[in-house]
């Protein structure tokens, strides 16, 4: 079974960066596309950013797409995150996903395989 473990949140200042990594291990990260989602306190758990198992397709959420980046290194089995320009609103738990069919969906209810969340807080 696939094991994630997600790290890099923090309490930043509007504007600030951060670059949140997840860890993937138990299995090859290669038989995975990997998603990002969040849940702020109260919210739902919502999609950020997904990228396939070849890297040749990335997905964002459209009202985020300017300010994050997703990207995957293969060869040390890590995802990242980078987030810039952080605004308060963007205050919530991220979590990284696995999934093995290469969909890529936007439904967090799509995907069984998910790490324990890294807090990101964006101070005003």
Same mark, same amino acid.
């Given at each position: 079974q +696939?094991h994630l473990?997600?790290?890099?949140?923090?309490l930043?200042?509007?504007?600030?960066?951060?670059?949140?990594a997840c860890a993937?291990?138990?299995r090859?990260?290669?038989?995975y596309?990997m998603?990002w &989602?969040?849940?702020?306190?109260? *919210?739902e758990r #919502? &999609?950020?950013?997904a990228?396939? *198992?070849s890297s040749? &397709?990335?997905?964002?959420? #459209?009202?985020?797409?300017d300010?994050?980046?997703?990207?995957r $290194?293969d060869?040390t089995a890590? +995802?990242y995150?980078?987030i /810039?320009n952080l605004?308060? #609103? $963007?205050?919530?738990?991220?979590y990284?996903a696995?999934d093995?069919?290469?969909n890529?969906?936007y439904?967090?209810? /799509?995907y /069984? $395989?998910?790490?324990?969340?890294?807090?990101?807080?964006v101070s005003?």
């Open positions: +696939v473990v997600e790290s890099g949140g923090g930043v200042q509007t504007g600030a960066s951060l670059r949140l993937v291990s138990g090859p990260i290669s038989d596309a998603a &989602f969040r849940q702020a306190p109260g *919210k #919502e &999609f950020v950013a990228i396939r *198992k040749t &397709f990335v997905n964002y959420a #459209e009202y985020l797409k300010r994050f980046i997703i990207s $290194d060869r890590t +995802v995150l980078q /810039d605004k308060p #609103e $963007d205050t919530a738990v991220y990284c696995a093995p069919w290469d890529i969906s439904y967090h209810t /799509d /069984d $395989d998910w790490g324990q969340g890294t807090q990101v807080t005003s």
